[in-house]
């Protein structure tokens, strides 16, 4: 297990990438859909296929990008990478 701080704004991809469990809490409702929308795009990018996405209470993931997850647990905002074909 490794806890990393990373600039979930920046263009880099976080050191490791991809992981088993990404962990991204209460952070995305601060931003506008702009934002929004690139930041679930990285977080998807950091998660690999059939890992594991745990976003906070009040976010739910763009359509985008909802379409390459399989929802877990949809009150605790659990998301599964899919599998690519």
Do not use: K, T
């Not at 880099?12 to 506008?32: E, H, S």
């Not at 985008?64 to 997850?69: D, H, I, R």
């Amino acid at each position: 297990m490794r806890f990393a701080r990373h600039d979930v704004c920046g263009d880099a991809p976080p050191a490791g990438a991809p992981f088993d469990l990404v962990a991204c809490r209460n952070v995305l409702i601060y931003f506008q859909p702009e934002l929004q929308e690139r930041v679930f795009h990285a977080l998807l990018a950091a998660v690999r296929p059939g890992g594991v996405l745990w976003l906070g209470e009040a976010e739910w993931p763009c359509a985008s990008v909802l379409a390459e997850l399989e929802v877990l647990d949809p009150a605790a905002r659990v998301f599964r990478r899919r599998r690519s074909a």
